[in-house]
């Protein structure tokens, strides 16, 4: 097993890597040659390596998938194997894999910022995202799906945990003060936009409501204004109301956006 792991054929590399889960001798050896595969230049060998070292114990699984995800073309499969190893070793993977990264994936960083605010205590959490701010302060797409995937477990409070009040209002008025560059994100109708408008949701009214009330217009996508919708709900559903409802609003909703009041 040991000398496929090596084999010149990525094929054989790649079944070799998958027996690996299930080998029980040579542990330490084993070990030494399925790290060396975290930089194989097949992207399918890259991928049974992730899915093996997921499966072990060791502190230094987390380094070799943050290694292998930066390699990552932002494929789904890779981001599964990667999303079931990193459990309980997520501050890590995102110092590692941030550092090694020349371009994060949005797609990822949602779903580590929920497992990691429903997994950790509260006080853990902020200081991950305290981390994540310091490292990226312009809101960037990855940013803002990590903290979208924090906001989202937030408001779930699983296993009876204390709300994280003090890291939603930090993250309410991150969002405020970013509001500009929201909005512009979301009028540019690109593939982000309707996160941009979600993130808004965790402001507050007073500052962001009018620019996200005025994304309620014909001339808005479909999508972005039912984004618009519920981010109005989450601020102040009494104010959502009355915006929503007012006549010249309501008379240029499409059915589907009335669907989403």
Partial sequence: LRTALHDDDPQVREFAAGLTRTATSDADQMWSDLAALSTDTSPAVRHAAALALGDSSRDEAASLLAKIAAQSEHDEWDRLAILSGISGRYKTFINDYLEASDSVDPLLMRPIGRMMALDLPASDTEAMVDRVLAYSTDAETWNREYLLGVLGA?????????????????????????????????????????SAVEFLGYADFATVGPDVSALLSVTTPTAIQQEAVRALFRLDPDQAATVVLDGKTWAGCTAQVRDTI
């Fill in 154 to 194: 937030t408001n779930l409070n699983a296993n009876d945990k204390a709300p994280l009040t003090s890291l939603a209002a930090k993250l309410s008025t991150t969002a405020s003060e970013h509001l500009s560059n929201l909005i512009e994100i979301a009028r540019a109708e690109s593939n982000v936009s309707t």
